[in-house]
């Protein structure tokens, strides 16, 4: 059968949004992957892991620029409008995302150090910092791979966990601190990995919230949790 | 004279696009004033003055949103191309950019607070991470209005004097520390004031990077400075 010009053009549609969310969801992968590996490398003081992080950094960031131009592409040839249009653009904007936690996850990396007190490591493990992030960032990428918008509303509230961990985890630092003028580089690296977890979660968050809009169009970015149109309110 | 329905169309085209930047150099506006004002804020300790920074975050947050929308109209109605789409698609990424510039402004008024020692105020003065800072931000918002490819590079270089300042406040904040372990609190919101400026200088750099792509159609986000195309580094 010789498919009509108009079909055509929707199969070309489909098959160049296809390309473009593989793009995308490559990022995600690799950034899960690359969150993992910088979280092994802190724990173990493992340099070399670390180092391989930093390295990779490189192919995320080169992922982005070719989201970014797929997306310019797509719309150019095929003028998506309503949803179709919101999807592109919204794959544009976590592209954005993903990038910078790439970049976090580099940071977690280049906070990685051998001698990192065991009575520093084992406080900050009890706040569940790195559990609650990973978890946040997992259901932000299964809320994107399947429009679930459940997954969604249910990565805003595993972030608001991420959140109490790492004022918990200021507060560790905080009393190490004081006790241990000494060891302040150590502290201050510390510091800096609480804070990668944290942004990594505010960067989880912001992908579900793209999905949300994706789905209703609803722009719930600058919404307090507890403001949420009733809709989602119900899913969580 | 009756314009054709062509002509109007561009005509329309035109408006839109005006109203479109007149949100994004509006944020632009903004996150300067917001910047200067939590600047103020935090070397006065003017504890009003860092509220009312905060309480105008809202206004950033709500112009990114109309930013967005208004760039997603643009597109369905007009299905631009080249270079046109290309701008829209970089409004809206810069759009994004200024709303995380606006969170580092709260995140400088959040961190002011009327007890930091003299001291370490003059010590942090000397790294010029102010100044370094409000000039980078200043040469991307010229880049942006002008279109200006030379303040773009400008932006770049500008960026590494502010990178080398944060380096130098941390190494303050670092000495602090070691001699004053009771005054942890203080040091750690110096902490954070100096990555706010660090992060601003970054999203500069960023605005300044989507407006050679604007003029140039050249992706030059992930590579360094001395990388740059010949086109580029002749200009600075």
Known sequence: M????????????????????????SMGDLVTEQINNATKAFRTGDIDLAQSVKD????????EVSTDRCATLLIAKHQPTATDLRFVFGIAKMATDFERMGD?????????????PEELIEAL??????????????????????????AAVNTLRSDGDVDSAF??????????????????EKALACLD????????????????????????????????????????????
């Open 56 to 63: 990779r950094d490189a192919a995320i960031n080169a992922l």
């Open 104 to 116: 976090q996850a580099r940071n977690i990396a280049r906070a990685s150090r051998d001698d990192i």
């Open 167 to 184: 004022r918990d985890g200021i507060k560790v630092v905080t009393v190490y601190l004081k006790e241990h003028p000494d060891d302040v």
């Open 2 to 25: 010789i498919m009509s010009a108009q079909t055509h053009l929707v199969h070309q549609f489909d098959e160049d949004l296809d390309e473009l969310k593989h793009l995308l969801y």
């Open 193 to 236: 990995l609480l804070k990668a977890y944290e942004r990594l979660g505010d960067h989880a968050t912001n992908i579900a919230e793209h999905v949300i809009f994706i789905l209703d169009g609803e722009d719930i970015r600058h919404l307090r949790l507890d403001a949420l149109p009733e809709n989602l309110t119900k899913l969580s």
């Open 125 to 150: 493990a009890k706040t569940n910092i790195v559990e609650s992030t990973i978890k946040t960032v997992n259901l932000a990428m299964l809320a994107l791979k399947n429009l679930s918008e459940t």
